[in-house]
């Protein structure tokens, strides 16, 4: 029985273009000005040395910020950048030059099981913070009271089994009682291998169904049935 529905955010509870064509170029535009007006800002010092660690070299201010704006460029899925995207963006909601943006049906379905008492958690390669500014700040409203948690990158890659075995223990459950929905195939088949009930989500704007793929894919979170 399902107690608990995973639910990923990029391609499933809101447009990829969202993410791509908004977020993404906001904080590439904000990037630089962000860092250089809080360098003093123990957190913000502490990301600009995780991003000397990962490059394995001593890095000038300035090619620390060329190094993020290249990730972001790159979509890479890297705490350090994920952090400090979070943070610009929370500056950017904060004015209302950002608004965050969630399907009607992936609202709607969350809210119905919410009230049925399944419980609700997110995972995505955006940082905690940045989860919880897009869900507060939707075409609905504050929506985290929908939800009991949020897992990014530190509890572990979105494509390994490790990581979603480790949510299950965090939340109390075997992985057989929650659900997982995400757009991406592999998340899907990791998910999968640690135990997990399935579901892949194939947004037409966003993905295409994959033929023989031994998992069920849905167009929408009202095909999706507990």
């Known amino acids: 029985m399902v107690k608990a529905v995973l639910t990923d955010i990029e391609g499933t509870t809101t447009?990829?273009?969202?993410v791509k064509d908004v977020l993404f170029p906001y904080s590439y535009e904000k990037i630089e000005e962000f860092i250089l007006k809080n360098k003093e800002n123990p957190q913000i010092l502490s990301i600009l040395e995780e991003v000397k660690k990962i490059e394995g070299k001593d890095l000038s201010l300035e090619e620390v910020i060329d190094t993020l704006k290249r990730w972001i460029e790159e979509d890479?899925?890297?705490t350090p950048l994920k952090e400090i995207q979070g943070l610009i963006w929370e500056e950017g909601y904060k004015s209302g030059k950002l608004k965050g943006f969630v399907y009607p049906d992936a609202y709607q379905k969350l809210k119905e099981w919410f009230?049925?008492?399944?419980?609700?958690?997110?995972?995505?390669?955006?940082?905690?913070k940045a989860q919880k500014l897009l869900f507060s700040n939707t075409n609905f409203g504050d929506l985290n009271y929908l939800f009991s948690g949020y897992f990014d990158t530190n509890i572990g890659?979105?494509?390994?089994?490790?990581?979603?075995?480790?949510i299950a223990n965090h939340i109390g459950l075997e992985p057989r009682e929650v659900l997982f929905l995400s757009d991406n195939p592999e998340e899907i088949v990791a998910a999968a291998s640690a135990g997990m009930n399935v579901v892949r989500l194939v947004r037409p704007s966003d993905a295409e169904h994959i033929k023989d793929f031994p998992?069920?894919?849905v167009e929408s979170f009202n095909e999706i049935k507990i």
Do not use: A, H, T, W
């Not at 890659?157 to 480790?166: A, G, L, P, R």
């Open 215 to 217: 998992y069920s894919q």
């Open 115 to 128: 009230e049925k008492g399944i419980k609700l958690y997110v995972y995505s390669s955006g940082s905690v």
């Open 157 to 166: 890659n979105k494509k390994e089994k490790d990581s979603y075995v480790k």
């Open 15 to 18: 447009p990829i273009s969202f």
């Open 76 to 78: 890479r899925k890297i």
